[in-house]
């Protein structure tokens, strides 16, 4: 996920442009164990004015700055150390943000949000696989479960959160075997399949799920 695309290109910026919105964990060691990455953004509080993703926050706000009067917060990324996935982290850094989107931000906080166990069933379309539910009605994806519990509400789906458009011999390289036609190929670790064209490259189109945590009423 983290070759070229319009926000990749210009991920470095969130830490230059908004460094109070990148928050780490770490241990007794020092070491870094979580992370969240996010930027204040301006939102009319509607579903259907939600930018297209990731691409498209990253892009107006490295590009044009902040705005002077952030309607909402927008975090980007919440990852987990792989040892550390089963000590509650990514839950402790969106209660952070929360609060930090509530002192500045009155809409408060959206996510485009990369569920976690979707990878499992890449050709689920991702508004059928967010809307499965468990026998006792949670969320059937770990990480959109997490959001819920916490209070958040799906808004709707970012179709094209983040594309990356390579050409088919890096594709190759990557995964290891020759990609010899146009078409839909499996990719290991993506939402959906990677789409190969007839000139020559490989488009991998990450859908994300909207979230909203709103603000709390005092």
């Not at 792989?82 to 943000?97: K, Q």
């Not at 026998?135 to 709707?156: I, M």
Request: glycine share 10%; hydrophobic share 40%.
């Amino acid at each position: 996920m983290g070759w070229e695309s319009p926000g990749n290109w210009r991920w470095h910026g969130m830490y230059e442009r908004f460094p109070a919105h990148q928050l780490c964990l770490v241990d007794d060691s020092g070491k870094l164990v979580a992370a969240a990455n996010g930027l204040p953004v301006r939102w009319d509080g509607r579903a259907s004015s939600l930018p297209s993703g990731s691409d498209e926050i990253l892009v107006e706000a490295v590009d044009h700055g902040p705005p002077d009067h952030p309607d909402a917060l927008c975090m980007l990324s919440v990852s987990v150390d792989p040892a550390h996935r089963a000590a509650g982290h990514a839950e402790r850094l969106l209660a952070e943000a929360r609060t930090r989107a509530a002192e500045q931000c009155p809409r408060g906080l959206i996510i485009p949000v990369r569920p976690t166990r979707k990878p499992r069933y890449p050709l689920i379309p991702i508004e059928e696989y967010a809307a499965w539910r468990r026998p006792d009605g949670r969320c059937f994806d770990p990480w959109l479960a997490a959001h819920a519990e916490l209070g958040a509400r799906q808004l709707g789906i970012a179709k094209r959160s983040l594309v990356i458009r390579q050409p088919v011999s890096r594709w190759e390289e990557f995964l290891g075997h020759p990609l010899p036609g146009p078409g839909d190929h499996p990719l290991p670790g993506g939402l959906v399949p990677l789409r190969v064209t007839a000139d020559g490259h490989g488009i991998y189109a990450e859908p994300n799920v909207w979230v909203h945590h709103a603000p709390a009423v005092p």
